[in-house]
């Protein structure tokens, strides 16, 4: 039984896709590597993030000296941020059926909490972040520990095919959303368990989670 709901933030609650790529411009000259063209984004799109580095000549060891500097950068442009149609009416749905909902993200918790303040976002309870950007497995370990949660009580909410490692990593089920940054084609290598193209289909899939026909 589903007790708990986690979701990523960054294309899955929120539209941050052209303010990423702007700040990711932005720090393609100190790094030394290519910026982004919508051709580019296209085909990353469709590959792992190890693939991406590798096609815009970014070493893989500097993803965390770079992250640093993409969060600072990033949190400028917090404002500019939007949710996506139909999120909030989800995510206000989701608490009035009785589920608890978090976020763990490898945003900040400034940012995110800014965020939610400035929108008024009132229906998630915790927030919790990684600075690695493939530590999202070891934040949801400590997560279920914490509440005492079993892997079957708690889904999480995301869009890209580290997220769906994630999940595999400890155990629990994941709905991906499809109007993220990741397309079908990468996300398909290890299969999410649900797919949902709105955010009615998260409250469709939960639903037929807890209550199976």
Same mark, same amino acid.
């Given at each position: 039984m589903i007790k708990? /709901? /986690?979701? $990523?933030? $960054?294309?899955t609650l929120v539209d941050s896709k052209d303010i990423a790529i702007s700040v990711i411009n932005q720090l393609a000259v100190k790094y030394n590597y290519e910026k982004l063209t919508q051709e580019k984004i296209e085909k990353l799109r469709k590959v792992s993030i190890k693939e991406r580095c590798k096609a815009l000549g970014f070493p893989l060891y500097k993803i965390p000296f770079a992250v640093i500097d993409f969060l600072t950068l990033y949190k400028k442009f917090t404002h500019q941020l939007i949710l996506f149609p139909g999120i909030k009416d989800m995510l206000e749905k989701l608490v009035g059926s009785g589920y608890r909902l978090a976020v763990i993200s490898s945003n900040t918790e400034e940012t995110i909490r800014e965020f939610f303040k400035n929108r008024g976002i009132y229906s998630i309870d915790e927030v919790y972040c990684s600075n690695n950007v493939f530590? @999202? *497995? &070891? %934040? /949801? @370990?400590?997560? !279920? @520990?914490? #509440? @005492? !949660? #079993?892997?079957s009580e708690v889904l999480y909410i995301g869009d890209? !095919?580290?997220? /769906? %490692? *994630?999940?595999? &990593?400890v155990s629990i089920k994941i709905i991906w959303v499809n109007w993220g940054f990741d397309s079908i084609e990468v996300v398909d290598i290890v299969s999410p368990d649900y797919v949902a193209s709105t955010p009615n289909d998260i409250i469709t899939s939960v639903s037929f989670i807890n209550h199976p026909l």
């Open positions: 708990y /709901i /986690i979701f $990523d933030f $960054d294309g530590g @999202k *497995a &070891q %934040v /949801i @370990k400590r997560f !279920l @520990k914490k #509440h @005492k !949660l #079993h892997p890209e !095919l580290r997220d /769906i %490692v *994630a999940c595999r &990593q």
